[in-house]
């Protein structure tokens, strides 16, 4: 009997071309008894085609189907044959690629989505609608691109997430590959196993393929293993398995125990393996007796032992067994004092081997550059405190799942607690390489020179580990993105609160601009790195993208970096990173609060996808309050809400040297959430000459060194009022 029959029920359909069809799969021309329900466990076999070629039984986008080229018991995956999408500059067009798959996930351990091109920004959907993700590509000359590396420039790729059942592919370009058409007329985006794919400078003149290898998780039933158990009718794990829940999507798997072999799904599917039938991978030095999922080993007449032949469970067979004791007794002695020695140099080695380990990683993570900045005096660095590995393990209870709050471009953030109670944030790299290391002691660098009390405070990092940490203290109200977008809070955000907001973000990036010590581009200014305390009081995060400008400069050139939606289009086109680049960020976020919709959004028409222009457009076409959230729209604050969107307009403008500074930005701010707070808000709905009356006599604002904006009261402040009220207008 071959191999592939004892993987399917008797008289059904075994094979399809090279594919061994295993039950609880089975062929389209098989008896319903071949195979499970649902439909996705049926597979189609085009009999046509010589050798015959598997497909996946699933609702066709095209009509060839999914080709199956593999599907394993051992590890319940299957390889699938998926097609990549394209776009391209001349008149072949575009073709966008997408998949719908019944009961099977995607694999999120064993595939990457990868984006190839110059000019190129792609998003993975999932078709049930619960997520959408991507990632974007740019460069201006082939020269910058590197054979085999896909960290953003000519190929870029991002990981899967758990439990998507499908996908639809977009690709964009924001200049219409017009500067980049001579060597890449297309842009290439596809889901594929990791290893599959090797980047290469030629793939931007032509991908190779067509075609990608996807890998899909698969599992029976829609019910962990205990409560599968329950109905033993319907339990599908037979004798000598085991049975495991499923990690990806739903359902438990089965799999034969250690010494068996076979398919667990069939009534006695898992058959003992013979062990003494293979002797190089079963050693034995006696004579091999194969037993019921294990083998024994006996000593051949004449000699004494176990017949193991690596000892692991005895001395194995000594020949003349009468002087047994005398050679044990001989031997006692010397192997006591080897032991201990033994002991003794390998509790040497360990504490030697830890310790030179720890000097590595220190080294490697930054350390001497960091040790040197604490050695110096009078270095706001000489605050930071260097942790040891255990205190932080002992402070995330090693690490545990349920201690994450947060995962982001460069690493996972766990909330933990010290041994004086005070509750911290500690942010993990996600990789060990060049990259992350920089950006960690970057972050390390920026933090230590910023003294702002709307700044996450950056209390110390850890240098002993291989992946490099840093401790925060622990803000714990969430992201201004989750409250802008979760419904259940954005109605609690009054106008009031969005305008306090939006006042302290703009006088961190005023002070990172205009007073810390050595100006800092926050590069990467978005809600989600808003963090909010108890009190909705903003406090800035995550400056592993930031950069210090040297005194003697006004912008950097660097390789693009930020998030889609919020970046600088200038900044995007030039690779000049200038401090107005952070001002087009910070004015996709007041638009966010007046809004109340995402920065970036494939679930909108094309026309709304873009926040911001979809914002520009509807200002110039005077329908602003048709886009301003409700919440917004019932206080009645409406000429609150043309003073901020004209500022955001500002913001938004195309050319950078049009845009108002950031100290502009707080300055205006602060004086329109003075006036919210000295007149009422429903009250600020007054003539611009009535502003200027009222604040005349009243009101002036300044801003301390700190980059904290104050207000205060005196009879003739005209110098000041007239700037926060006629700036930029």
């Given at each position: 009997?071959?191999?592939?029959?004892?993987?399917?029920?008797?008289?059904?359909?075994?094979?399809?071309?090279?594919?061994?069809?295993?039950?609880?799969?089975?062929?389209?021309?098989?008896?319903?008894?071949?195979?499970?329900?649902?439909?996705?466990?049926?597979?189609?076999?085009?009999?046509?085609?010589?050798?015959?070629?598997?497909?996946?039984?699933?609702?066709?986008?095209?009509?060839?189907?999914?080709?199956?080229?593999?599907?394993?018991?051992?590890?319940?995956?299957?390889?699938?044959?998926?097609?990549?999408?394209?776009?391209?500059?001349?008149?072949?067009?575009?073709?966008?690629?997408?998949?719908?798959?019944?009961?099977?996930?995607?694999?999120?351990?064993?595939?990457?989505?990868?984006?190839?091109?110059?000019?190129?920004?792609?998003?993975?959907?999932?078709?049930?609608?619960?997520?959408?993700?991507?990632?974007?590509?740019?460069?201006?000359?082939?020269?910058?691109?590197?054979?085999?590396?896909?960290?953003?420039?000519?190929?870029?790729?991002?990981?899967?997430?758990?439990?998507?059942?499908?996908?639809?592919?977009?690709?964009?370009?924001?200049?219409?590959?017009?500067?980049?058409?001579?060597?890449?007329?297309?842009?290439?985006?596809?889901?594929?196993?990791?290893?599959?794919?090797?980047?290469?400078?030629?793939?931007?003149?032509?991908?190779?393929?067509?075609?990608?290898?996807?890998?899909?998780?698969?599992?029976?039933?829609?019910?962990?293993?205990?409560?599968?158990?329950?109905?033993?009718?319907?339990?599908?794990?037979?004798?000598?398995?085991?049975?495991?829940d499923a990690e990806n999507g739903s359902g438990y798997k089965c799999t034969c125990l250690k010494g068996y072999r076979g398919n667990p799904y069939l009534a006695n599917g898992c058959y003992d393996i013979d062990e003494c039938a293979d002797p190089k991978k079963?050693?034995?030095?006696?004579?091999?007796?194969?037993?019921?999922?294990?083998?024994?080993?006996?000593?051949?007449?004449?000699?004494?032992?176990?017949?193991?032949?690596?000892?692991?469970?005895?001395?194995?067979?000594?020949?003349?067994?009468?002087?047994?004791?005398?050679?044990?007794?001989?031997?006692?002695?010397?192997?006591?004092?080897?032991?201990?020695?033994?002991?003794?140099?390998?509790?040497?080695?360990?504490?030697?081997?830890?310790?030179?380990?720890?000097?590595?990683?220190?080294?490697?993570?930054?350390?001497?550059?960091?040790?040197?900045?604490?050695?110096?005096?009078?270095?706001?660095?000489?605050?930071?405190?260097?942790?040891?590995?255990?205190?932080?393990?002992?402070?995330?209870?090693?690490?545990?799942?349920?201690?994450?709050?947060?995962?982001?471009?460069?690493?996972?953030?766990?909330?933990?607690?010290?041994?004086?109670?005070?509750?911290?944030?500690?942010?993990?790299?996600?990789?060990?390489?060049?990259?992350?290391?920089?950006?960690?002691?970057?972050?390390?660098?920026?933090?230590?020179?910023?003294?702002?009390?709307?700044?996450?405070?950056?209390?110390?990092?850890?240098?002993?580990?291989?992946?490099?940490?840093?401790?925060?203290?622990?803000?714990?109200?969430?992201?201004?993105?989750?409250?802008i977008h979760d419904p259940n809070k954005s109605s609690k955000l009054s106008w009031k609160t969005r305008l306090r907001i939006a006042s302290e973000t703009a006088g961190v990036l005023s002070y990172l601009h205009s007073t810390a010590s050595i100006p800092i581009i926050h590069r990467d200014v978005k809600s989600a790195n808003i963090l909010l305390d108890a009190n909705y009081?903003?406090?800035?995060?995550?400056?592993?993208?930031?950069?210090?400008?040297?005194?003697?400069?006004?912008?950097?050139?660097?390789?693009?970096?930020?998030?889609?939606?919020?970046?600088?289009?200038?900044?995007?086109?030039?690779?000049?990173?200038?401090?107005?680049?952070?001002?087009?960020?910070?004015?996709?976020?007041?638009?966010?609060?007046?809004?109340?919709?995402?920065?970036?959004?494939?679930?909108?028409?094309?026309?709304?996808?873009?926040?911001?222009?979809?914002?520009?457009?509807?200002?110039?076409?005077?329908?602003?309050?048709?886009?301003?959230?409700?919440?917004?729209?019932?206080?009645?604050?409406?000429?609150?809400?043309?003073?901020?969107?004209?500022?955001?307009?500002?913001?938004?403008?195309?050319?950078?040297?049009?845009?108002?500074?950031?100290?502009?930005?707080?300055?205006?701010?602060?004086?329109?959430?003075?006036?919210?707070?000295?007149?009422?808000?429903?009250?600020?709905?007054?003539?611009?000459?009535?502003?200027?009356?009222?604040?005349?006599?009243?009101?002036?604002?300044?801003?301390?060194?700190?980059?904290?904006?104050?207000?205060?009261?005196?009879?003739?402040?005209?110098?000041?009022?007239?700037?926060?009220?006629?700036?930029?207008?």
């Open positions: 009997m071959m191999e592939a029959d004892l993987m399917t029920k008797p008289e059904c359909r075994s094979t399809c071309g090279s594919l061994i069809i295993p039950y609880p799969f089975g062929s389209n021309d098989s008896d319903p008894h071949c195979r499970i329900d649902p439909p996705s466990f049926r597979v189609v076999c085009d009999d046509s085609i010589n050798p015959p070629v598997p497909y996946m039984n699933r609702k066709p986008y095209v009509s060839s189907g999914l080709q199956i080229l593999n599907i394993s018991l051992e590890n319940h995956e299957m390889r699938v044959s998926v097609s990549t999408s394209r776009d391209c500059y001349d008149s072949s067009g575009s073709d966008w690629a997408a998949l719908g798959l019944a009961i099977f996930p995607i694999s999120s351990t064993k595939n990457k989505f990868t984006a190839v091109g110059c000019d190129t920004s792609a998003s993975f959907r999932d078709d049930r609608g619960k997520f959408s993700f991507g990632c974007m590509s740019s460069c201006s000359n082939v020269s910058d691109v590197i054979n085999g590396s896909c960290s953003g420039i000519g190929c870029c790729e991002t990981s899967i997430p758990r439990n998507s059942f499908g996908y639809r592919i977009s690709i964009e370009s924001i200049y219409n590959r017009s500067n980049v058409a001579d060597f890449n007329p297309c842009s290439y985006a596809f889901v594929a196993e990791i290893g599959s794919y090797n980047f290469s400078v030629g793939d931007l003149k032509l991908l190779k393929f067509n075609e990608s290898t996807l890998v899909l998780d698969w599992a029976v039933g829609n019910q962990t293993c205990e409560d599968a158990k329950k109905n033993s009718a319907s339990y599908m794990c037979k004798n000598n398995t085991a049975c495991t079963y050693l034995c030095q006696g004579v091999c007796h194969n037993v019921e999922g294990s083998y024994m080993c006996s000593c051949p007449k004449g000699s004494h032992g176990n017949g193991k032949k690596d000892g692991r469970d005895g001395q194995g067979c000594i020949a003349n067994p009468s002087h047994l004791m005398e050679i044990l007794v001989g031997v006692a002695g010397a192997l006591i004092v080897l032991l201990f020695s033994i002991g003794f140099l390998y509790l040497g080695h360990k504490k030697m081997k830890l310790i030179r380990l720890k000097e590595q990683y220190f080294k490697q993570n930054g350390g001497l550059f960091l040790q040197k900045q604490l050695d110096e005096p009078d270095k706001p660095t000489k605050a930071a405190k260097i942790f040891s590995a255990e205190e932080l393990e002992k402070a995330t209870n090693n690490y545990n799942e349920s201690r994450i709050v947060g995962r982001g471009g460069y690493g996972t953030v766990y909330k933990g607690s010290l041994p004086n109670d005070m509750v911290v944030a500690i942010k993990k790299s996600k990789f060990v390489d060049r990259s992350q290391i920089e950006q960690f002691i970057n972050e390390v660098i920026v933090l230590s020179q910023i003294n702002h009390r709307n700044v996450v405070k950056l209390l110390g990092c850890c240098l002993e580990t291989e992946v490099p940490l840093l401790v925060y203290e622990f803000v714990n109200n969430g992201t201004l993105f989750d409250h009081t903003a406090k800035v995060s995550d400056f592993g993208a930031s950069r210090l400008i040297p005194l003697d400069q006004t912008q950097l050139f660097t390789i693009v970096q930020g998030t889609w939606g919020y970046l600088d289009p200038e900044y995007l086109h030039t690779s000049q990173l200038t401090e107005k680049s952070d001002v087009y960020s910070f004015g996709v976020v007041l638009v966010e609060l007046l809004t109340g919709k995402k920065a970036l959004s494939f679930d909108r028409s094309e026309e709304e996808r873009s926040l911001a222009m979809y914002f520009l457009s509807s200002l110039k076409s005077n329908k602003l309050f048709q886009i301003v959230e409700q919440v917004i729209t019932n206080e009645g604050i409406n000429e609150q809400v043309r003073e901020v969107a004209n500022l955001a307009k500002r913001c938004l403008t195309i050319k950078g040297e049009e845009r108002p500074t950031m100290k502009e930005v707080a300055t205006e701010l602060e004086g329109l959430k003075a006036m919210a707070n000295h007149f009422g808000v429903k009250s600020t709905n007054v003539s611009g000459e009535e502003k200027v009356h009222l604040l005349g006599e009243k009101t002036y604002v300044s801003m301390d060194i700190s980059g904290t904006v104050n207000t205060g009261y005196t009879d003739s402040m005209e110098d000041h009022i007239m700037p926060i009220v006629n700036s930029g207008r």
